[in-house]
């Protein structure tokens, strides 16, 4: 017992010292990083593509027509891009080489004389608009409290020569179309020496490198993963008669046009890759390097990722327009959800295809990434989710994740709006159809969580986002100007969900769901604009819903509906035997029933009043004015009166004082004192302990 | 492991001897939460008892109603709520040691003690407890600053890795190190705070530099009751907890009251049960002889007799600690 003092001296330097050997192992024991080689120059990336993929290197100019990718025998996007990239990523220094070729066919009617490429990766820099809005308004990932090198990222064209132009590199001059931040990277201008004419092709060849950062904004590297998105020079869209091609903002995501994607990427032979697009090739080469080709049809963006400890699985969905590759790449430490990442996935597909449109494309990529950072985000027929090594099956983040990624195809990828300008129309009516389908898959109101007890559904969730910054940006507003990052994410999510569900109450629920999926119809490989969406569903509705539009979508005012007071009084109360109780039954009460708007959204509800013989009775206030108020001549006196019974209202800011009852309900209050008084106990007990 | 039996098996009879001690001092935790909590009552009182929306809460553990209550700008600044509990939570520390004295004193005596002299040994040691309460929290905060700040760079060292499960593993190795560290320092103080009161001892210094000693000479045996003690102590917690949640019915506030509150009565049993193994270890091993000159006829000779605090009672005789034949 005696050696007992000195295994207690000891034991924290031997599990330290314990600890930090197997750290060191384990950094130790992660694969080697070969060096990957230089590209080449530009002219090496025109080598023909394999497969069913045709594409036109060095004939005439065109836009292949091709249909590999997708379950279509015509293409189901006017394809105005075709990227041509050959890429090779440095595991070492994160670092990809590549060449690009954009052929852009001008569709706009009328010529171009410049045009502005995206240079995303270059967001990440200390004084970038991104790093500086982030520091103000806050981020997802890091307030960049102090500035550290494996957070820089840079994308740098080293060469841009158009075809019959000839070099114009020096041509390139950075822009910052939103703040005029003269330090920011983010869109370069190419001037061309010859306007491209309406109707004609126009082909940059484009020498570029990119440096990721440390996994933000989901992109970049952590250890041996790397997720490649908004990686290669990008060309703005030319959107209602201008180029639309803003700087990559700390609350922006992005707008690109549809096309057609070769990406040849080679990478250490070890790495395990999954990207957007279908894989056609795949070829070793001599320097420990493997080159997989990958094709994509009727897509605006191209993402991949590497990292040697990806564990796969594949298997075949059957949709509406043909089957489906479903392909999950999971971490070593998360291969036991893989089922339920499957299970998840394979619902979103058939809720999706039942209830808005079929999913065209022929594969679909689930990344489950090595670091949150780069959890959670959307790329056309790619997406990554978010888990933890410890996960209950009662939580549901990584479903909530993958459905609302997975809708992301469909409201973004598919139905392509504008994410710099019109962020809620991809992110708040994914939210609002991630509130539908996993209401079906899991449950209305156990959803986001159903464990131990404790639940919490993802329509609750929704308007907890949008009471938590209600009253502080418009849905409507371009996503750089929202006041902060929770007033964009409460907005832009949380709002836009809880205004279209309540819209369900005010046209009706089926409705609802057709104009839905109409708008995905009408709209689908298009960029529409929120009249578009706004105008469908006033159209299959047969309504005019303007006035609700003007104050949800447009304006800021915030729903506060209140029952002000209700009470009851004998008519002749001045009698002495009035309200005695000795003839209850016979005496006639006067009732009132004060309701009260308390901010400023004016809408139409119901309210029901119940009286204490069981009688019910419904009314209808059309809120134009601050208060109002019921009177009611009964032999009964009022009970309880509730504003909008049916629940179907999701935006008022507060549901407590909806209704209001006469007769004191203590339960409630007594069932959360407990569960504070229990934790005030407790933490008493606990500093007792181990002070005293 | 026999030593360390016996000193468990002393520590419970003392403890189930003195069962009235845990009674108050849990009646004293709650009644300082009710004040404590009284803030947030009044807060959610006000926007739950006329509201049909807040039976929700009766419906199961719904965590968006609760949010939703807690997030109305009328509930006022949850800091209110909770800086509140936290003050009465710290009032219960200082009420723990205020009445400490006490206890240590009814865990010596083999007899009943007298409610006045319990109060009398509290007052007694107040101050000395004040003082020990401030040298304790220095040397925890020392020890604990020291710890941390070691624990600190291996998680991010671990963060380094590509395996998920080693910040985790090293996150639950290096808690437990500082569990053994931060228990092994309450046995010290323990120690020093049975000396304290049943020693009678004014200068703390010496409790502490006696209660050091004796840590360290028998740390195995005194880490070992007390981690025994501190593990029950998660099984109650946790128990309870899964009763209240598995067994409760959502709607049954009467129940959850009852799980909860026998719940955090129980789990003071515990800490006391580890303070009854200090009074013992005491008894056994601390107490010091002191040498009287015999006045009875015969050679002058040297009887050794224990040292404890003076019993103020009459009938009071100190407990005859086994362990006296050897001190």
């Known amino acids: 017992m005696k050696m007992m003092r000195w295994i207690i001296v000891f034991l924290p330097v031997v599990t330290a010292t314990l600890i930090t050997v197997a750290v060191r192992e384990h950094a130790a024991a992660a694969p080697q990083a070969t060096s990957a080689p230089v590209a080449g120059p530009a002219a ?110 840079s994308e740098e064209i080293k060469s841009l020569e158009v075809v019959g132009q000839g070099d114009l590199t020096a041509q390139l001059q950075y822009v910052a179309p939103d703040d005029g931040n003269k330090d920011d990277k983010t869109v370069a201008d190419l001037h061309l020496l010859k306007p491209i004419a309406a109707g004609q092709l126009v082909q940059f060849k484009i020498v570029f490198q990119t440096k990721f950062p440390e996994t933000q904004a989901r992109s970049g590297w952590k250890h041996d993963f790397v997720l490649g998105g908004q990686w290669f020079p990008k060309v703005g869209v030319w959107w209602h008669g201008a180029w639309n091609c803003h700087q990559y903002h700390a609350m922006t995501e992005f707008f690109a ?47 991949w ?16 327009m043909g089957p489906v590759q479903m392909r999950i790449l999971m971490q070593p430490a998360h291969w036991s959800q893989v089922d339920r990442h499957e299970k998840i996935l394979r619902e979103s597909l058939e809720q999706f295809e039942s209830r808005y449109g079929p999913y065209p494309y022929k594969t679909i990529t689930l990344v489950d990434p090595e670091d949150a950072a780069a959890g959670g985000m959307e790329y056309p027929t790619f997406i990554t ?92 507003q371009k996503a750089y100007e929202y006041y902060s990052y929770n007033s964009y994410g409460g907005i832009t999510y949380g709002k836009t969900a809880s205004v279209l569900l309540t819209l369900e109450g005010i046209i009706g629920e089926d409705t609802m769901a057709k104009a839905m999926q109409v708008y995905f119809m009408k709209y689908r490989f298009t960029h529409p604009t929120k009249e578009d969406f706004l105008k469908t569903i006033e159209e299959v509705s047969g309504r005019n819903l303007r006035w609700y539009f003007d104050q949800a979508i447009y304006g800021s005012p915030v729903m506060d509906y209140k029952v002000l007071k ?18 209850d039954k016979n005496t006639v009460y006067r009732s009132y029933v004060w309701l009260q708007r308390k901010d400023s959204f004016v809408m139409p509800v119901d309210v029901e009043i119940k009286f204490d013989n069981g009688e019910k009775v419904r009314e209808r206030w059309d809120g134009a ?44 209050v007594h069932k959360v004192e407990n569960y504070w008084l229990f934790i005030t106990q407790w933490v008493g007990q606990a500093l007792a302990w181990w002070a005293v | 492991m026999a030593e360390n039996q016996g000193l468990l098996a002393d520590g419970w009879r003392r403890l189930g001897l003195n069962k009235r001690y845990i009674v108050w001092f849990y009646l004293l935790n709650l009644l300082i939460a009710g004040f404590g909590t009284a803030a947030f009552n009044h807060q959610a009182g006000a926007i739950l008892d006329h509201s049909i929306y807040s039976e929700k809460l009766l419906r199961g553990f719904d965590i968006g109603v609760l949010v939703e209550m807690i997030a109305r700008p009328e509930f006022g600044p949850t800091d209110a709520s909770a800086t509140s509990a936290l003050h ?106 049975a000396d304290v009161v049943l020693s009678d001892q004014r200068a703390v210094r010496r409790s502490i530099g006696k209660g050091f000693r004796h840590m360290w000479r028998n740390l195995g045996t005194l880490l070992g009751a007390y981690v025994l003690a501190t593990i029950v102590a998660a099984i109650i917690l946790g128990g309870g907890i899964l009763v209240w949640m598995k067994f409760v019915p959502a709607a049954s506030v009467v129940g959850a009251v009852i799980v909860s509150q026998f719940t955090l009565l129980l789990l003071l049993i515990p800490r006391f049960w580890q303070r009854g193994v200090a009074v013992s270890y005491y008894l056994r091993n601390m107490v010091e002889p002191i040498t009287v000159q015999s006045f009875t006829p015969g050679p002058v000779g040297l009887v050794a007799v224990p040292v404890v605090s003076e019993p103020i009672s009459p009938k009071a005789v100190p407990d005859a600690p086994t362990g006296l034949q050897d001190a």
């Open chain 1, 305 to 320: 990722t590497a990292s040697p400890r990806y564990k796969v699985k594949e298997s075949v969905y059957q949709a509406q």
């Open chain 1, 257 to 303: 046009d549809f096309g057609v994607y070769d990406v040849k990427l080679t990478v250490p032979q070890y790495e395990i890759v999954g990207a957007s697009g279908l894989r056609i090739g795949e070829a070793s080469n001599s320097d420990n390097t493997k080159t997989y080709t990958y094709h994509a049809d009727d897509i605006h963006d191209f993402a």
């Open chain 1, 385 to 476: 989710g978010d888990t933890s090594w410890f996960m209950p099956e009662g939580l549901y983040e990584p479903e909530v994740v993958i459905e609302h990624e997975f809708g992301h195809q469909y409201w973004y990828g598919m139905v392509a709006t504008n994410e710099f300008e019109d962020a809620w129309m991809d992110e708040g009516i994914n939210s609002y159809t991630e509130v539908k389908v996993l209401d079906a898959i899991l449950g209305k109101s156990t959803s986001i969580m159903n464990e131990a007890g404790a639940t919490l559904g993802e329509r609750e969730e929704q308007r907890l986002g949008y009471i938590s910054a209600a009253n502080l940006d418009p849905i409507a």
């Open chain 2, 88 to 193: 009465f939570a710290l009032f219960f520390l200082l009420a723990t040691a205020l009445f400490l004295p006490g206890v240590f004193q009814g865990y010596a005596s083999t007899y009943r003690l007298p409610r006045e002299d319990f109060f009398r040994a509290c007052g007694r040691n107040l101050w000395r407890f004040i003082r020990l309460l401030i040298v304790a929290a220095i040397v925890f905060a020392i020890v604990a600053g020291a710890l941390f700040g070691i624990r600190m760079p291996l998680l991010k060292k671990a963060a380094e890795s590509t395996n998920e499960l080693l910040p985790f593993y090293v996150s639950l190795a290096s808690l437990c190190v500082i569990f053994l560290v931060m228990t092994t320092l309450r046995i010290w103080f323990d120690l020093a705070e």
């Open chain 1, 566 to 583: 209700i009470d009851s009084f004998p008519v002749n109360w001045y009698e002495k035997t009035a309200g005695s109780g000795k003839d």
């Open chain 1, 44 to 153: 090496n990336a025109g080598a023909a593509m394999t497969g069913g993929a045709m594409v036109m290197m060095g004939g005439p100019l065109a836009i292949p027509n091709t249909t590999t990718a997708i379950n279509s025998a015509t293409p189901m996007s006017q394809r105005i891009v075709h990227y041509e990239i050959d890429a090779h990523y440095n595991a070492t220094t994160h670092t990809v080489d590549a060449n690009e070729i954009l052929t852009y066919h001008n569709l706009t009617g009328q010529a171009l004389d410049h045009f502005p490429f995206h240079l995303y990766q270059n967001a990440f820099q200390p004084n970038s608009t991104f790093v500086r809005e982030a520091k103000v308004a806050g981020n997802r990932d890091t307030g960049y409290d102090k500035w550290e090198g494996k957070e820089y990222g």
């Open chain 1, 625 to 668: 004015s601050r208060w109002t108020k019921f009177i009611y001549e009964k032999k009964a006196k009022v009970e309880s009166a509730e504003i909008d019974p049916d629940h179907t209202i999701q935006i008022d800011r507060d549901n407590f004082d909806n209704s209001y009852t006469q007769e004191e309900n203590k339960k409630p």
